[in-house]
C-alpha cells in the first residue's frame, strides 16, 4: 500500500478537539473547551440565509464571492479597520481557517519557516506543517506583558523564515496589541523582508482597549495578508464564512488558487453574510456586553478562590493558571478532569509548549454553567498562597 507523504506525520493533532470529541461522548458535561458563541444568530442574518435557499440561490459564485458581499467588505474594512483596499483584494473564504491556509500557502514552500506565537491558536502550527513548512514558536510570555519581546524575534530568524503570524486580539489570551506594538512589529518584518499574516478573527470584542489592523499601518510596501470571520462577531461558526484581504495585485494568482482550493464559498451562506455585514449591529454590541459580564463574574469568583489567571483584554477566553494540580501534562488532567467533574476544557498545552499548565475556558457560555464549570476546578492549598491575576500590556 502507497504511503502517506512523510511532512503529514508532523501536522500534530488538536488538543482542543481531542476534548471535545470526549465531552460529546458523555451526559451532562459543561462545555467550556470549545470557542464556541452561545448566543443565536440575529434573526435578519437567518431570514436571509433561509431565503436563499428556498428561492434556490444556490449556483456557483465568483471565485472571490458574491460582488455585494466583497463591496461591502471594502467598506466595512475602510470605516472599522482602516484598511483602504480594493474589491480584487478581498477573497471570501470557508471560515478564516481557509483563509489562513491559503495565505499560508502562498508564502511558505517545503521548510521554510514561520514564526508563530505561542501560546497561539492550534491552526497556525498545523496549516504550516500541512504545507511542509516549520513553524518556529515565539514566546509569550508574563514578564513581556505577553506580547512579543523583538529581541526574541530577532534571534528566531534565519535563512529561511518568509513569514510571521500576529494574533490581536489572541486567541488563547485575549492580548490586545496596540498600535506601537504593532508597528514594532511591522518594523521588525521589514528588517528581516518578512511577510505578515494577521489573524483579527476577535476584532469586535475588546474591552477598554480599541482594536488596531496591522494592515491599516502598511503604507510602504504592502507585505501584510489579513484574516477576518463572521464565526465568532456573528455566532455563525457552523455557516463558515471568512475573508482574506491581499496586499494589491494578486488578484489573478487569487482565482487561480481559490479555484484550486474550494472554487467558491456555498452561495446561501455568503447571502446570509451580506446580511450580517450591512444589517443592524446591535446584536454584536450586546454579545460583547454579555461576554464581558461573564469575564467579570468569572474574574470575581477566581479572585474569590485564589485561583491564578491572566484578565483578557479581548476575545471572550480565560487563561488559568492549574498547575498546582496537573502535575506537569496539563493535557492529561483536562482528560481526568472532564471524566470526573463532568467539565470540559481546553488543556494550554495545545496551543504552545507555554500553555503546559494552564487551561483555556471560553466564556461564550450561559452564566450559571460558566460559574458552575469554574467553581469545579480544584483550587490551589494554603501553602500556595493567593497569587494575584495577571493583565497583559495594552
Request: glycine content about 8%; proline content about 6%.
Amino acid at each position: 500500500m502507497p504511503s502517506l507523504a512523510p511532512h503529514i506525520a508532523a501536522v500534530p493533532a488538536s488538543g482542543i478537539r481531542r476534548i471535545f470529541e470526549l465531552a460529546v461522548e458523555l451526559d451532562d458535561v459543561i462545555a467550556l473547551g470549545v470557542g464556541e458563541p452561545d448566543l443565536p444568530v440575529a434573526a435578519h442574518i437567518l431570514e436571509a440565509g433561509a431565503r436563499a435557499w428556498t428561492e434556490d440561490v444556490t449556483n456557483y459564485t465568483a471565485n472571490g464571492g458574491i460582488p455585494a458581499l466583497r463591496s461591502a467588505l471594502v467598506e466595512k474594512l475602510a470605516r472599522e479597520n482602516n484598511l483602504h483596499v480594493d474589491l480584487e483584494q478581498v477573497w471570501v473564504t470557508v471560515g478564516a481557517t481557509q483563509a489562513l491556509h491559503q495565505a499560508m500557502g502562498l508564502l511558505l514552500d517545503a521548510g521554510d519557516e514561520v514564526l508563530v506565537p505561542d501560546p497561539g491558536y492550534t491552526t497556525f502550527t498545523m496549516s504550516a506543517r500541512m504545507l511542509g513548512a516549520v513553524p518556529v514558536p515565539y514566546s509569550l510570555k508574563p514578564e513581556h506583558g505577553f506580547t512579543p519581546s523583538i529581541d526574541e524575534l530577532d534571534r528566531l530568524v534565519t535563512g529561511r523564515t518568509r513569514l510571521i503570524v500576529v494574533n490581536s486580539p489572541s486567541n488563547p489570551l485575549g492580548a490586545v496589541l496596540d498600535e506601537p506594538e504593532l508597528r514594532r512589529l511591522l518594523e521588525f518584518a521589514r528588517r528581516h523582508d518578512l511577510w505578515v499574516l494577521s489573524d483579527e478573527v476577535y476584532e469586535y470584542f475588546t474591552y477598554g482597549i480599541a482594536h488596531t489592523s496591522i494592515g491599516s499601518l502598511d503604507d510602504d510596501d504592502g507585505r501584510v495578508f489579513s484574516v477576518f470571520s463572521l464565526s465568532k462577531t456573528y455566532a455563525m461558526t457552523g455557516a463558515r464564512i471568512g475573508y482574506l484581504v491581499t496586499p494589491p495585485g494578486l488578484a489573478s494568482t487569487m482565482r487561480t488558487v481559490q479555484e484550486a482550493m474550494v472554487s467558491c464559498v456555498n452561495t446561501p451562506a455568503q447571502v446570509a453574510a451580506i446580511a450580517a455585514i450591512t444589517g443592524d449591529h446591535q446584536h454584536v454590541a450586546d454579545a460583547r456586553d454579555h461576554y464581558r459580564g461573564n469575564l467579570e463574574a468569572a474574574c470575581f469568583l477566581l479572585d474569590g478562590r485564589g485561583i491564578r489567571y491572566l484578565r483578557p483584554n479581548g476575545a471572550f477566553y480565560l487563561w488559568i493558571d492549574v498547575q498546582h494540580v496537573s502535575e506537569g501534562d496539563v493535557a492529561a488532567w483536562a482528560e481526568r478532569f472532564l471524566l470526573r467533574d463532568r467539565v470540559a476544557v481546553a488543556p494550554g498545552s495545545a496551543f504552545g509548549r507555554s500553555g503546559e499548565g494552564w487551561i483555556r475556558v471560553c466564556l461564550a457560555s450561559d452564566r450559571l454553567s460558566l460559574l458552575e464549570g469554574l467553581r469545579r476546578l480544584p483550587a490551589p492549598s494554603a501553602s500556595h498562597g493567593r497569587p494575584p491575576h495577571l493583565r497583559p500590556e495594552g
